[in-house]
């Protein structure tokens, strides 16, 4: 299991195609955020669901099997018990890493996926991650400029 620092640093710095398992086609919901981020940040976004054709301007596929090309790393936004059959098509295509969003944490699925060669990566996100690693977290609002340990006056009132 990828859990540290140097470990995230190089996923994200050798993978450049993600395929989004689970990705919404509803601007507020945090799989849409998420991929939007990755696709301004240089990555390929390939959304996988069978409920669209298109998300963010990119083809939707229906499974994991249909995409045509190689997939680095497969972003699992689906639910703990809907991960292993994710990891199995992950294992399939060839992908590099099984990477479970935040909230997301299938061990046997990981297990199965790193016993296959795969990396794996659960309870994470990959925008968060990137943000944290490569500097996007001002991305979302959190860049305030200000480097202090006390708390801001205004906010004492």
Request: net charge positive; glycine share 8%; charged share 25%.
């Amino acid at each position: 299991m990828v859990d540290d620092i140097p470990g995230l640093r190089r996923i994200l710095k050798t993978s450049k195609v993600i395929a989004v398992v689970g990705l919404s086609g509803d601007w507020f919901r945090p799989s849409y955020f998420a991929a939007k981020y990755m696709l301004e940040h240089g990555y390929t976004v390939i959304p996988v669901n069978p409920g669209h054709d298109a998300i963010l301007g990119q083809k939707c596929y229906k499974s994991l099997r249909e995409i045509p090309v190689k997939v680095d790393i497969v972003d699992c936004f689906r639910k703990t018990e809907d991960i292993m059959p994710i990891a199995e098509d992950a294992i399939a295509i060839g992908a590099k890493v099984l990477w479970q969003q935040l909230g997301v944490t299938n061990i046997e699925a990981a297990k199965k996926a790193e016993a296959a060669g795969l990396e794996a990566v659960m309870d994470r996100c990959v925008k968060i991650e990137h943000g944290r690693l490569f500097g996007g977290l001002n991305w979302c609002g959190v860049n305030t400029k200000v480097i202090s340990a006390k708390r801001p006056l205004w906010l004492s009132y």
